[in-house]
């Protein structure tokens, strides 16, 4: 089993998003986790847009990066710069993706606005998350 571990800064909405979309797009060869170097908790609106798609997170938990996971992933992805800076070294032999997005939830304007920051953050993860089923 490829073990994929998706982190941020504080595993409330992209990595949020992208283990959701993992959990659905990604058969039972993958097992899924996320995580951030800080908590923030579950952002409402990452579980609202996802749910418009189809994609319940709302049971997921902010969580911090937990070493042995960490240690054992095959892929790491990070979603931000801040995580790509801040995370523990990845180890040579672990692939590394970096998807560099920006914080959905720094979005300002009215709340129709911001809500489509977070759909089109959302979106591209999709798509990102649909080519790791070629991760083998």
């Known amino acids: 089993m490829r073990k994929i571990y998706f982190l941020c800064?504080?595993?409330?909405?992209?990595?949020?998003?992208?283990?959701?979309?993992?959990?659905?797009?990604?058969d039972e060869d993958f097992e899924i986790h996320s995580a951030g170097i800080e908590t923030h908790?579950?952002?409402?609106?990452?579980?609202?847009?996802?749910?418009?798609?189809?994609?319940?997170?709302?049971?997921?938990?902010s969580d911090l990066i937990a070493m042995d996971y960490f240690v054992q992933a095959d892929l790491i992805v990070t979603l931000c710069g801040d995580a790509k800076d801040k995370c523990p070294?990845?180890?040579?032999?672990?692939?590394?993706?970096?998807?560099?997005l920006e914080d959905?939830?720094?979005?300002?304007?009215?709340?129709?606005?911001?809500?489509?920051?977070?759909?089109?953050?959302?979106?591209?993860?999709?798509?990102?998350v649909k080519k790791l089923a070629a991760f083998k």
Not at 10 to 25: D, F, V
Not at 42 to 60: F, R, T, W, Y
Request: aromatic share 4%; glycine share 10%.
């Open 9 to 26: 800064t504080g595993n409330s909405c992209r990595s949020q998003m992208a283990e959701g979309y993992g959990h659905q797009l990604l």
């Open 104 to 128: 959905p939830a720094k979005a300002q304007g009215t709340d129709e606005e911001i809500l489509n920051e977070f759909r089109q953050t959302r979106d591209r993860i999709k798509q990102e």
């Open 41 to 61: 908790g579950l952002n409402p609106k990452a579980v609202k847009v996802m749910a418009e798609d189809g994609v319940d997170i709302s049971g997921q938990t």
């Open 89 to 100: 070294t990845i180890p040579k032999d672990k692939t590394h993706l970096h998807w560099d």
